[in-house]
C-alpha cells in the first residue's frame, strides 16, 4: 500500500489568494491525481500530474487556476489561484499502487 | 458520456442487520468499478472492485454485485456495524482510460449510518 501525507490538512484563506497544497508519497509513483470535493458532494478528477510533462487537465479545470508541479515521482503540489468562496472544497490527491490510495485531503474554506 | 450515480443518499440500519447500497452507471463502456468508503475527515478507502466480466465479488463482510443489462452494481454489508457508518462512493474507470483507475468517475455517495 502506498502511505500518502497530504498538507495543509485545512486552512481558512482571504479571497484573492492562492493556497498551495502538497502531497507527499512514500513511494515512487507514475501518475499522481488530484480532485475536487465540494461539500456534500462527489470527488470530481481536476487533473492528472505525470512528472517530467505538463499535467492534463479535465473539463472545467485550467492550469491558470489550478497549477500543479510535478518535480519528481513522490511529489506534487496543487495551487488554488485567485481563490474566491466558490473554491471552498476539500482536495485530494491520490495515486495508483495495487489500487487507488487517496490522501486525507485539504479542507479549504475561502472567505 | 460516462456518470455514475446512486438511488439514495442516505441510508439507515440496524447493527447487525445486512445493508444494501446501490448505484447506477450510464455508459457500458466501463471496465471496472470500485466502492470506496469514506469516513468524516478523511479520504476515500478502498473497500472492493469488480471487472465487467464478473457480476459477483466476496470480500470481508462485503459482496458487490454486477448487472451489467440494467447497468446496475450494489454493495452489500453483511453484518453491519457502527464502524461501519461512513459515506460509500461507487466509482467507474472509462474503458478509453487504457483502464488507469485514477480517471475514476465518482457517483454522489450514499451516507450509511448504523443504529446501536
Known amino acids: 500500500s502506498a502511505v500518502i501525507s497530504q498538507k495543509p490538512s485545512r486552512d481558512i484563506c482571504q479571497r484573492g489568494t492562492s493556497l498551495t497544497i502538497q502531497c507527499q508519497v512514500d513511494s515512487q509513483v507514475t501518475m499522481m491525481f488530484w480532485y475536487r470535493q465540494q461539500p456534500g458532494q462527489s470527488l470530481t478528477l481536476i487533473a492528472t500530474?505525470?512528472?517530467?510533462?505538463?499535467?492534463?487537465?479535465e473539463s472545467g479545470f485550467v492550469i491558470d487556476k489550478f497549477p500543479i508541479s510535478r518535480p519528481n515521482l513522490t511529489f506534487s503540489t496543487l495551487t488554488v489561484s485567485n481563490m474566491s468562496p466558490e473554491d471552498s472544497s476539500i482536495y485530494l490527491c491520490?495515486?495508483?499502487?495495487?489500487?487507488?490510495?487517496f490522501g486525507q485531503g485539504t479542507r479549504l474554506t475561502v472567505v | 458520456g460516462e456518470s455514475v450515480g446512486l438511488h439514495l443518499p442516505t441510508l439507515s440500519v440496524q447493527e447487525g442487520d445486512n445493508s444494501i447500497i446501490n448505484c447506477a452507471y450510464s455508459n457500458s463502456a466501463s471496465d471496472y468499478f470500485i466502492w470506496y468508503k469514506q469516513e468524516s475527515g478523511k479520504g476515500p478507502q478502498f473497500i472492493i472492485d469488480i471487472r465487467s466480466n464478473m457480476d459477483k465479488r466476496q470480500g470481508q463482510r462485503v459482496t458487490v454485485l454486477l448487472n451489467k443489462t440494467v447497468k446496475h452494481l450494489s454493495l452489500q454489508i453483511a453484518a453491519t456495524q457502527p464502524g461501519d457508518s461512513a459515506v460509500y462512493f461507487c466509482?467507474?474507470?472509462?474503458?478509453?482510460?487504457?483502464?488507469?483507475?485514477?480517471?475514476?468517475?465518482f457517483g454522489k455517495g450514499t451516507k450509511l449510518s448504523v443504529k446501536p
Open positions: 491520490s495515486v495508483i499502487g495495487s489500487e487507488a490510495f
Open positions: 466509482a467507474g474507470v472509462p474503458l478509453n482510460y487504457g483502464g488507469s483507475q485514477g480517471n475514476l468517475i
Open positions: 500530474a505525470n512528472q517530467g510533462s505538463e499535467a492534463t487537465y
